[in-house]
């Protein structure tokens, strides 16, 4: 047997063979790999062989190149890759990065990757022993190798998809390197391995900033620019990535700020024209990219007072009837964080945003809810008239108490439990109390005054509170059968209760007491001693509370 012999001679001689003698063997082991892998391998592990290859892997070796060749033939057996690394191979194969022969680099590159193909703790290794910046400049030196090239790429990708090499990656000048490897790429496949290593890497804030300062953006605008009207399925592919990347490296607060430029950048303004655009992949970008420029109030205010509200309105209006929904999602996340800025809202509210949001009161989709819900709660944050005219609105109103039990959908659900509450506590009107009781949404806020979140409890209990002193003889039975009276019991009675929260309880048992059948629950309950233990509360203002509903209390009973 051919392979037998070899490995004998190998294994008898070892690092004491002469060059020829060695490369004759090993030209038999590559010829033996070749013609069957999988038995090869295996005789070649059982031989022992292994250990001998890891004292001859040196860039002195006129065979490091064979050698390594034959460990990467050996490594694509799931099952001998631990061997491979138990033989010691990692540490040599590691240290050949360094030399200068490209053959001896690719085949190391190769047998590297496919000893720590699909393993996190090896490829952690490798980090740990510093190839990312080696493989970073072997990039740069030998541009021109292509098949070095796509080694390199290879190795990023597998490594990028750990956290660990993200800072790594991010003290090197791969960005510049992959931008400039970038602008040289004709063919659709090499353009996509590049892209598949960007994408994992612009999740790092850093390298974001870098890939920005590198010239990537200008080289996405051109990808969208010659795919936009193609047919062609790799261009349509082409034209996401690009895209999606784009929306990618303006998540960064730094390099989203840079892109901006004031509103003047010429980035921002070919995003704009993406909007109008007939292309769906690009609507979505578009959309997406304002909602990420709008993160601060000074972009917001810029954007509105340029016009990008109608921009938005125009694109909804496209998806109204079986519109994407993804569309959707998008131009509403970015009317939504448009309209958080004080300024804002009258502005957004008069070019008719609200009637425009109101139009996907129909969708059945959650994520459209959620967005639709949370842009409509923004608009009306102390705005008087906008939270009367919306709360009258008898379909809206409905639609929130059907979407208060959307138990699968837990953003839908606190949402519109929070849109139900803002309604009454920025109208304050009697009409929209009505409107909200007629419509069973009592139950609804007294849940909500439970939730876990002191900020939803807090804004539950003040609408409450708004009910109870504005139209409590309507709301009375609905507040009595959500047993209103035993929650605040509970609140007051809870240590862990915040400040705001036992505050506004007392605030609502005083206000509730105006009403027959809840006073009557009030004196069943033992309220008079949880209030007068709160006397002494750390908070003054609560202890005032606790003071003046104490006083109350004994005047009532």
């Known amino acids: 047997?051919?392979?037998?012999?070899?490995?004998?001679?190998?294994?008898?001689?070892?690092?004491?063979?002469?060059?020829?003698?060695?490369?004759?063997?090993?030209?038999?082991?590559?010829?033996?790999?070749?013609?069957?892998?999988?038995?090869?391998?295996?005789?070649?592990?059982?031989?022992?062989?292994?250990?001998v290859f890891a004292s001859l892997l040196n860039s002195q070796s006129s065979c490091a190149a064979k050698i390594a060749h034959i460990i990467a033939e050996?490594?694509?057996?799931?099952?001998?890759?631990?061997?491979?690394?138990?033989g010691g191979l990692i540490p040599p194969l590691v240290q050949l990065l360094n030399c200068k022969d490209q053959e001896v680099l690719l085949q190391t590159g190769r047998a590297l990757g496919n000893i720590c193909y699909d393993s996190h703790s090896l490829q952690a290794q490798l980090i740990n022993m510093g190839v990312i910046p080696t493989l970073v400049k072997l990039l740069g030196v030998h541009?021109?190798?292509?098949?070095?090239?796509?080694?390199?790429?290879?190795?990023?990708?597998?490594?990028?998809?750990?956290?660990?090499?993200?800072?790594?990656?991010?003290?090197?000048?791969?960005?510049?390197?992959?931008?400039?490897l970038f602008k040289k790429q004709t063919e659709h496949e090499k353009k996509e391995m590049i892209f598949e290593v960007l994408a994992p890497l612009a999740e790092h804030d850093a390298i974001k900033l870098q890939l920005v300062e590198g010239g990537l953006v200008e080289c996405l605008l051109d990808i969208?620019?010659?795919?936009?009207?193609?047919?062609?399925?790799?261009?349509?592919?082409e034209l996401k990535t690009a895209s999606d990347l784009m929306v990618l490296l303006l998540l960064g607060d730094e390099s989203m700020q840079k892109l901006f430029e004031g509103g003047k950048g010429s980035v921002f303004q070919r995003v704009l024209s993406w909007l109008p655009s007939h292309n769906h992949q690009l609507q979505l970008a578009g959309a997406l990219a304002i909602a990420n420029f709008a993160r601060n109030d000074g972009n917001c205010i810029h954007m509105v007072d340029n016009g990008i509200v109608q921009k938005l309105i125009d694109l909804l209006d496209r998806h109204v009837e079986d519109g994407n929904v993804t569309v959707q999602h998008a131009a509403l996340s970015a009317l939504r964080n448009l309209a958080i800025?004080?300024?804002?809202?009258?502005?957004?509210?008069?070019?008719?945003?609200?009637?425009?949001?109101?139009?996907f009161l129909k969708s059945e989709m959650p994520p459209v809810q959620f967005k639709l819900l949370g842009t409509l709660r923004m608009l009306i944050d102390a705005q008087a008239e906008a939270a009367?005219?919306?709360?009258?609105?008898?379909?809206?109103?409905?639609?929130?108490?059907?979407?208060?039990?959307?138990?699968?959908?837990?953003?839908?659900?606190?949402?519109?439990?929070?849109?139900?509450?803002?309604?009454?506590r920025h109208s304050k009107s009697k009409d929209v109390i009505r409107t909200i009781v007629e419509s069973g949404g009592i139950k609804h806020l007294v849940t909500m005054a439970t939730s876990e979140h002191v900020i939803m409890q807090n804004e539950a209990l003040v609408a409450l509170g708004l009910i109870a002193a504005i139209e409590l003889q309507s709301a009375e039975c609905y507040l009595e059968s959500a047993k209103l009276v035993q929650v605040l019991h509970r609140l007051l009675s809870d240590d862990k209760s915040?400040?705001?929260?036992?505050?506004?309880?007392?605030?609502?048992?005083?206000?509730?007491?105006?009403?027959?059948?809840?006073?009557?629950?009030?004196?069943?309950?033992?309220?008079?001693?949880?209030?007068?233990?709160?006397?002494?509360?750390?908070?003054?203002?609560?202890?005032?509370?606790?003071?003046?509903?104490?006083?109350?209390?004994?005047?009532?009973?």
């Open 1 to 51: 047997d051919n392979l037998s012999d070899t490995l004998e001679k190998l294994k008898l001689s070892g690092s004491d063979c002469t060059s020829d003698k060695l490369d004759g063997c090993l030209d038999c082991l590559l010829q033996a790999l070749g013609q069957n892998n999988i038995e090869s391998s295996e005789k070649i592990q059982q031989s022992g062989i292994l250990q």
């Open 224 to 237: 969208v620019h010659e795919t936009v009207n193609s047919e062609k399925d790799e261009d349509i592919a």
């Open 388 to 424: 009367e005219q919306l709360g009258k609105n008898v379909e809206l109103v409905e639609r929130l108490v059907e979407w208060c039990e959307a138990k699968d959908h837990a953003g839908v659900m606190g949402e519109s439990n929070r849109l139900l509450s803002a309604l009454i």
């Open 341 to 359: 800025p004080v300024v804002n809202k009258a502005k957004m509210l008069s070019a008719g945003v609200a009637e425009e949001v109101l139009k």
């Open 143 to 180: 541009s021109q190798n292509t098949a070095l090239t796509e080694m390199c790429l290879v190795a990023f990708g597998n490594l990028a998809e750990l956290e660990s090499s993200k800072e790594q990656f991010a003290s090197t000048n791969v960005a510049e390197e992959l931008v400039k």
């Open 74 to 86: 050996i490594a694509k057996n799931e099952q001998l890759r631990i061997p491979c690394v138990d």
């Open 498 to 557: 915040a400040p705001e929260i036992k505050y506004n309880s007392m605030v609502l048992i005083c206000a509730v007491m105006g009403s027959e059948p809840l006073h009557k629950e009030v004196q069943s309950l033992a309220f008079l001693e949880v209030v007068s233990k709160l006397r002494s509360h750390e908070n003054k203002t609560v202890a005032q509370q606790a003071s003046l509903t104490e006083q109350k209390l004994t005047v009532q009973s």
